[in-house]
């Protein structure tokens, strides 16, 4: 009778055993795309259906701390809008720019870089940091025709001196005019968006 219950027992715990096992997943897109944020290529997808046909001008401007904002390109071209609208990030060859891209599914974008600029980071003293972080702004309807409509918010961190670190965290989505908290914070950042035209 006890040989029956500990082999009955032994079966148990050879079952249970064979029940926790790590099987091999196929990667998922989802899987892809936190690789790639991890590596710092972020993509920020608008919906443009009700826009479709018309024309949008790529904007962008450049904040730094007790400046006036400047408009980083300078001068105005438009591009055919589809559906989608992607502006997107991506690390450059070397530390001090970044690319940045608009791309529409109605067959019109460019890629482009912005300078950064570098900030104090207590782990290498000696040497310049380029840290910058994206958040997507908060949006607003009606959208007004030929109006800038801010999208994406590139900043860089800043050091806080009374907790000797680095940082760039708060506010996970940006009011359009700019008074979200962490905005008091970021010494330099881009405000990328669009003004859509007929």
Not at 25 to 37: A, G, H, M, V
Not at 44 to 59: A, I, L, N, R, T
């Amino acid at each position: 009778m006890k040989k029956a219950i500990i082999t009955a027992l032994l079966a148990l715990v050879a079952l249970t055993g064979q029940a926790q096992e790590i099987r091999t997943n196929e990667p998922t897109l989802d899987d892809y795309r936190q690789l790639l944020n991890a590596k710092g290529y972020i993509a920020y997808s608008f919906d443009m259906k009700d826009f479709k046909g018309k024309q949008y001008e790529p904007v962008v401007m450049e904040y730094v701390k007790g400046e006036d904002p400047k408009d980083v390109l300078g001068f105005s071209f438009s591009f055919p809008l589809g559906e989608k609208l992607v502006i997107g990030f991506a690390p450059s060859s070397n530390d001090s720019t970044y690319v940045y891209s608009y791309q529409s599914d109605g067959g019109g974008g460019f890629n482009a870089t912005l300078k950064l600029q570098p900030i104090f980071a207590p782990e290498m003293p000696s040497k310049q940091a380029y840290r910058y972080e994206s958040r997507p702004f908060e949006l607003i309807s009606p959208v007004e025709m030929e109006k800038f409509i801010p999208l994406v918010l590139f900043g860089s961190y800043w050091y806080e001196q009374e907790t000797g670190v680095s940082r760039f965290c708060g506010d996970k989505l940006i009011n359009p005019d700019l008074s979200s908290d962490i905005i008091k914070s970021i010494p330099h950042f881009y405000v990328l968006g669009i003004k859509i035209t007929s």
